[in-house]
């Protein structure tokens, strides 16, 4: 099968340099498969900058500053962070502290994937945060993939305790510890549910919303009485995944499985989703495990089969984080800053009113209400920038900063021609500026709507061109070292061995990000015998 290489994990050959790159091999069947490579490097720290500068000698106003991307790609990444007010670091080192703004896209990405649960027969549910060591000791992959990660807590209410608790890391064994009370029958199966909760897990090298020592997801955990039943619901919530990160996020992700190096700590099988980022690297931004009998077999979670045979559960769990904005930001942003996907952006049209004259504020005002409640009317999220502290200029790169994907401009000469001007955030200068947009309301919500539609599926496009331009296909080892060190995520076929899979990251850096799920036709050789 083909794989994706990148640095990192490594399973089909899609490589690609530093933290977030795949690549994919050729098919084989089974242990032949095309895989992404990607290399991972260590994110950065570098802060964000603002500059200082003298205001009309009575006030000092700070100017935002944004590092070009082509200048310094992480640094790029913080200060858009930082200057589109999406979060801040916490007081603990590793930590963030998630601001309105930043939280606004995690809340339209919770009410996509809630309807998506639920539509697909989940309930959700809350779990507690600390949970007794022995549960994580229970299955011992579990404990192995997670100790170097775990947070404890040894002391509570001035008494040292009798067992020390983990921060949650994951629900797994806890989930374990509760099925194993409520099912009993067959007639308790499946049992699907979900829950929204923070996690801990203790990073050294940190990188906001990208890797945080506490960070915001969602867990689903399923059980079920047949493996067959187990799989599909695996392969089901990757394919939601897939279809939220193309339509929703407009991040074209290559789906698979996992190598056996990569796969979850005690699953038998995990399924991703891998995007490559603007600067080439990989990002897993979902995962799906069929966990198998493993952790049933731990937690003795069993029920009664139609023949009254005891039998254990085979399970999954399933998972997407506040990850994905980090994803978002460097899929998309450019160096005037973040750039949003309309389906997924807190405001999707920002009204900048522009008047001189003070006998213009008022009727320019009026028509800039007049035009945000007709939008808002129709379900569109809008925002009217009245301050007047700021100079319409200032406006302009603000919010272009901020990502909104429509400006709709409104002086005194357009409010007199019954029309506006609007300008969208990807398509920069003149070439993005329509004159003259009526006014009228059912005339103005259909462009806008229209516009919309048009910069979410623009933003794909060449989010696909990116990522397309950007992978190789290789025939042999040379060949995807050669790759990788341009930068580039490799595609071959691979049925070598978990060794030469961990001496490829050695050696190059690169990891298998996946065995793509879309294979191409024909045997291929893998690259480790040519």
């Not at 994937?113 to 992959?141: C, D, R, V």
């Not at 194993?180 to 923070?198: F, G, V, Y």
């Not at 490559?276 to 966990?291: N, P």
Request: hydrophobic share 40%; proline share 5%; aromatic share 10%.
């Amino acid at each position: 099968m083909v794989v994706t290489l990148g640095l990192h994990p490594l399973t089909s050959s899609f490589l690609s340099p530093a933290t977030l790159s795949p690549g994919w091999t050729s098919v084989r069947r089974q242990d032949r498969r095309l895989r992404y490579f990607s290399v991972h490097k260590a994110a950065g720290s570098s802060s964000s900058s603002l500059e200082t500068v003298a205001g009309n000698q009575k006030s000092k106003a700070q100017e935002r500053v944004i590092t070009p991307i082509s200048e310094d790609f992480n640094a790029w990444y913080l200060d858009v962070i930082a200057n589109a007010e999406l979060a801040d670091y916490g007081p603990v080192r590793g930590t963030m502290v998630i601001r309105p703004y930043g939280y606004a896209i995690w809340e339209a990405i919770q009410d996509y994937l809630n309807l998506k649960f639920k539509e697909t027969g989940h309930s959700n549910m809350y779990f507690p945060q600390f949970i007794p060591y022995s549960f994580i000791e229970k299955e011992a992959s579990h404990v192995e993939g997670f100790s170097p990660e775990l947070a404890l807590v040894t002391i509570g209410g001035g008494k040292e305790l009798d067992e020390k608790l983990v921060v949650r890391p994951t629900s797994e064994t806890i989930v374990n510890h509760m099925f194993t009370q409520w099912i009993h029958s067959h007639r308790d199966l499946p049992l699907m549910i979900n829950q929204w909760a923070n996690v801990t897990r203790w990073e050294m090298r940190t990188k906001p919303f990208v890797r945080t020592l506490e960070f915001l997801w969602q867990e689903g955990h399923t059980a079920h009485a047949t493996d067959e039943e187990a799989e599909h619901e695996a392969l089901q919530m990757i394919d939601i995944y897939t279809k939220f990160a193309y339509e929703q996020a407009a991040i074209p992700v290559i789906t698979g499985r996992k190598s056996k190096v990569e796969t979850f700590a005690g699953a038998l099988r995990t399924y991703t989703i891998e995007a490559m980022m603007g600067d080439r690297k990989a990002l897993q931004a979902g995962t799906s495990h069929h966990l198998g009998q493993n952790f049933s077999r731990a937690f003795g979670t069993m029920f009664t089969d139609v023949n009254g045979e005891r039998q254990y559960v085979w399970q999954t769990s399933w998972a997407i984080s506040t990850r994905f904005i980090g994803g978002i930001i460097m899929t998309h942003g450019d160096d005037a800053g973040l750039m949003l996907p309309p389906n997924l952006a807190p405001v999707q049209v920002i009204i900048i009113p522009i008047w001189k004259k003070t006998n213009e504020k008022d009727v320019v005002l009026d028509a800039a209400t007049s035009v945000k409640q007709s939008l808002s009317a129709a379900g569109i999220r809008v925002k009217l920038d009245d301050s007047e502290q700021r100079t319409p200029g200032w406006k302009f790169n603000f919010w272009e900063m901020k990502g909104v994907p429509l400006r709709v401009e409104i002086g005194p000469r357009d409010v007199a021609n019954g029309s506006v001007v609007i300008s969208r955030r990807d398509v920069p200068g003149k070439e993005g500026k329509a004159f003259g947009i009526s006014m009228e309301a059912t005339t103005l919500v259909a462009y806008v709507n229209q516009k919309l539609i048009g910069i979410q599926s623009a933003l794909l496009e060449r989010a696909i061109s990116f990522r397309d331009r950007n992978i190789v296909d290789v025939s042999s080892y040379d060949e995807l070292k050669e790759s990788i060190s341009l930068g580039k995520w490799a595609r071959c076929p691979w049925s070598a061995s978990d060794k030469d899979e961990l001496r490829v990251k050695e050696e190059t850096g690169a990891t298998i990000r996946c065995f793509p799920f879309d294979q191409p036709k024909g045997a291929k050789t893998c690259i480790m015998t040519v």
